[in-house]
């Protein structure tokens, strides 16, 4: 598989196989857990506040979001410029389209600041709000997220995974 295609897999646990077979993932996803999408999604909400994953070796995470459909944040190359802006929106021309009426044509963007080592999520002034983990964003000001925190966009809930946290999930899958 060339470097820059996107995963055939659909839920997370299917990306989670595909990358113990081979599949190299260079970008953070993005795991919907909008309560109502699917059965169990309120009991998934509820677990994220909690802002941790589970301790190595253990499948709580994988097991709860298994079912649920990913995103990727921007596409799966290394050379894209990780400190280009991935924009999220409503918007065809959004890097990654959350389609939700609570989300704004471009509601934020992601970038990888790398003298913090960390992603960094700016509201782009949306009218419903960003929240990391509960706490409302302020219009183009850079707060960090990370692994396992629950991203919302209006009422658009997921859960952020970055790469090394979905090799380590990966190689613990079933």
Sequence with gaps: MAVDERPQAR???????????????H?????????GARD???????????????????????????????????????????ESPVTIGRSRRC??????DSVSKVHASV?????????????????????????QLSPGVAAPVYAGAQVAFGDAVFVFIDPPTLRKLARIAS
């Design 27 to 35: 970008r953070p996803v993005v795991v919907d857990v909008t309560p």
């Design 40 to 82: 169990g999604a309120e009991a998934t909400l509820e677990r994220t506040l909690t802002v941790q994953l589970p301790a190595a070796g253990g499948d709580d995470l994988s097991a709860e979001l298994a079912a649920c459909s990913f995103m990727l944040v921007g596409p799966n190359t290394l050379s894209a410029g990780i």
């Design 11 to 25: 839920t997370l646990r299917e990306l989670l196989l595909e990358m113990r077979g081979g599949y190299v993932l």
């Design 111 to 135: 970038v990888f600041d790398q003298g913090r080592s960390a992603y960094m999520l700016v509201d782009e002034n949306s009218r419903n709000g960003t929240r990391v983990n509960g706490q």
């Design 95 to 100: 890097d990654v389209r959350v389609d939700n």
